[in-house]
């Protein structure tokens, strides 16, 4: 049992923690990149040893310790050590003094970035290297008086360490690399990135660049960018002499533009000039660095991209007005995830930012009057809306329509729009004669609901002695709570409503969407959602459907398992359970694939948000298949939504030429629609189809991604299919 249990720590902990110590340092989180970077590590043998060594001390103290597990996966607590085990492998010599050394330089530097973390974690900023920095400033000040400790001469012939590992054929090959003629300026920047991991070769920096290229192609522009401002600044201030060394280029200038360029900040123009700004900054601020710690003979590393950055992050956290520069809202280690990410949820997840409101009525009723309407609606109360019920032909009364009795609204239900508590009611006020006004009672009998606090809504213009509910009530979303009339300033039958940030009644109201609606017209309907309606749109709240609510249903607990047979014709089974994380978000998760699908059910819609993990994958499929699932019934009605960009596959590596011009110009969309083309019953369905598709737009031309189906029966997903090129998959439900 402690066998298992340790090789557990080891997949899910110590593995992760380790290799993204190696991807974090170029703010990335990517398993090849890391791989990548610890096979070069290792052409400086000790150096990458070392590394290595300090990030699983580091790792083991940290987890036996109980610190965060999400930050010790990420590699937050681990990475400053794995730069201090490769800049003490590239200037000491190993051996038993060294390595007691090398574990309390970690030791150090791991309670610095807990300490530092926790510090600078309040007011959200980040410590960067700076752990690395102050350790080895600890180490490398009084490394003199150690007479045991040896500096080496290995990082001037560092290509002989590779005799240690591959032998002359790997020593005459990077010998042969290393001396390769080339473009002078191509020929620094490669060296510069090499000398972020403490080298100094063509072959390591071309590497980097390649898998850089590969696991981000915003981040390897950005690099270019970066390096290219430090030249060009260098040459035209003449600093170059004092301050332009490839270790300061890259672990500088080519860190400073990957961090604002398109980690701390969402990849965009703005944040790409403001690389150009902050990387000449960067330069005097190391250059003064220089000056300053120079006489103490302490190398200042990667310092002055840290403080500048750090910096540069709070001075943009104290905005008033977060527009421009975005700072990135959730962190997904890669620029292009951050993009997209971002430009997909800042539309379709705002919606979490309001309380649901639904329209307070039964059917469908016209909007009347709107915002800042033609009649009453002015002003300091001009958020707010008058809703008629309307005839087949598009009549408000029958006859004459002289009496209240003759209007098809009057006398209806007035529901509430939300859950919430009464919080005032006026009901005395008799009803006006058609054509007549009520001056001195302006709202006529109301109602008013607080929801939240500081969100009120008021129902106006009800019928004396119609209410069900009284003072201090709750009411539940739905919920009668009076009936329609036309008392205060109404000249005919309708119902007011409008929302307020006070209890008091005919307070200045304030623009708030409604959650969900459709608007008819003569092609069918439309689904609308946290928008404003329009004066003359004929409209009606969503009717959710038992079948389709009970189906999708997945409270936390909740275990779908479905049977199919992948491309390669072999049965398989994927099981798939609903949790709620630290945060109280809901995703499924797939144990044999180690894939979660984050999601929002409210009760209207499902949606996801989400997805981490295998694209190869049921939960994958079904992900895109489900993308987005109204839980009403209404055939042949449309939902559309768009998918982040970087969740789809890199068919023909255009999604990759698209990120390289993403931050500037949006030109590749993935467009998801759903509707509902099949029931047994048009009224009370028992098994109802319903079909999506992704679409993808590329630059104007529209070409098919994917689809599915999703059969539901018996109130549950009986059977969905995906179909994508060459992948058709057909998934059954099983037995639990």
């Not at 609903?578 to 180690?594: G, M, R």
């Not at 499929?621 to 109204?630: I, P, Q, R, S």
């Amino acid at each position: 049992m402690n066998i298992k249990r340790h090789l557990s720590t080891i997949k899910e902990e110590i593995l992760p923690a380790t290799l993204n110590s190696y991807s974090i340092v170029f703010f990335l989180n990517n398993k090849l990149f890391a791989i990548g970077m610890i096979i070069l590590s290792f052409l400086n043998f000790y150096a990458g040893l070392s590394g290595l060594i300090a990030i699983l001390t580091a790792v083991l103290i940290a987890n036996s310790m109980g610190f965060d597990k999400i930050q010790l996966r990420q590699g937050l607590y681990s990475f400053n050590a794995l730069l201090i085990g490769l800049g003490m492998g590239t200037f000491f010599d190993p051996g038993i003094v060294y390595f007691s050394l090398l574990f309390l330089a970690v030791l150090l530097t791991l309670i610095l970035s807990v300490t530092l973390g926790g510090w600078l974690g309040k007011y959200g900023l980040p410590h960067l290297s700076i752990p690395f920095v102050l350790g080895f400033w600890l180490i490398v000040l009084p490394s003199s008086t150690f007479e045991n400790l040896g500096l080496t001469q290995r990082n001037i012939y560092w290509i002989n360490e590779a005799y240690s590992v591959g032998g002359s054929n790997l020593v005459n090959f990077l010998q042969s690399v290393d001396t390769l003629t080339i473009n002078k300026l191509a020929d620094t920047y490669l060296r510069s990135l090499s000398s972020i991991f403490f080298q100094n070769n063509l072959l390591s920096g071309l590497l980097i660049s390649v898998l850089l290229l590969i696991s981000s192609r915003i981040a390897f522009s950005l690099s270019i960018i970066g390096f290219l401002t430090a030249y060009l600044f260098a040459s035209f201030t003449g600093s170059a002499t004092a301050g332009f060394s490839y270790y300061n280029i890259g672990a500088n200038y080519i860190m400073t533009a990957l961090a604002v360029g398109g980690f701390f900040v969402i990849p965009s123009r703005k944040s790409y000039l403001w690389t150009v700004i902050l990387v000449p900054l960067t330069s005097i601020v190391l250059l003064f660095m220089t000056k300053l710690f120079g006489g103490a003979q302490l190398p200042v590393f990667s310092l002055p991209f840290s403080v500048v950055v750090l910096f540069f992050v709070y001075f943009l956290m104290l905005r008033k007005n977060h527009t421009g520069l975005i700072l990135t809202p959730i962190q997904n280690y890669s620029p292009e995830s951050n993009l997209y990410s971002y430009a997909n949820n800042k539309i379709r997840l705002s919606q979490l930012l309001y309380y649901p409101l639904q329209l307070p009525f039964w059917g469908e009723w016209i909007v009347s009057q709107g915002h800042d309407g033609q009649y009453t609606h002015k002003g300091e109360w001009g958020k707010a809306f008058d809703f008629m019920l309307l005839d087949e032909e598009m009549k408000s009364f029958t006859g004459k329509g002289m009496r209240c009795e003759n209007y098809h609204c009057y006398n209806k239900p007035a529901l509430a729009p939300a859950d919430g508590v009464v919080e005032e009611i006026i009901d005395q006020i008799e009803d006006n004669e058609i054509g007549k006004s009520d001056m001195v009672n302006n709202w006529g009998n109301i109602i008013i609901i607080r929801h939240l606090p500081g969100l009120y809504t008021q129902l106006s213009h009800l019928r004396k002695g119609s209410f069900k509910v009284a003072k201090g009530d709750h009411v539940k979303c739905g919920d009668i709570v009076a009936n329609c009339g036309n008392s205060g300033r109404s000249p005919q039958p309708h119902l007011h409503f409008q929302v307020q940030a006070s209890p008091k009644p005919g307070a200045k109201t304030i623009s708030y969407p409604f959650s969900y609606y459709l608007v008819s017209n003569q092609k069918g309907q439309k689904l609308f959602s946290f928008t404003d309606p329009v004066e003359g749109e004929i409209i009606s709240g969503v009717q959710s459907n038992d079948l389709l609510k009970q189906a999708f249903d997945f409270s936390p607990g909740t275990i779908l398992k479905f049977s199919y047979t992948d491309q390669h014709g072999v049965a398989q089974t994927e099981g798939w359970e609903a949790f709620t994380d630290a945060y109280n978000y809901c995703y499924l998760y797939c144990s044999t694939t180690k894939s979660s699908a984050y999601y929002v059910n409210d009760g209207n819609m499902l949606y996801f948000t989400a997805f981490y993990g295998s694209k190869n994958s049921l939960l994958y499929y079904f992900y895109l298949t489900a993308f987005k699932v109204l839980l009403g019934h209404y055939e042949n009605l449309e939902i559309s939504d768009q998918l982040p960009l970087n969740t789809l596959p890199n068919r023909n590596g255009m999604i990759w030429i698209h990120d390289f011009i993403a931050p500037f110009i949006n030109r590749v969309k993935a467009n998801y629609s759903m509707s509902q083309t099949g029931s047994d019953d048009p009224y009370h369905p028992k098994s109802l189809t319903l079909t999506s598709k992704i679409d993808l737009s590329v630059f104007g031309k529209i070409r098919n991604e994917s689809s599915g189906t999703i059969l539901i029966k018996n109130n549950r997903i009986e059977k969905f299919t995906f179909s994508r090129n060459k992948i058709k998959i057909e998934a059954t439900c099983a037995s639990i």
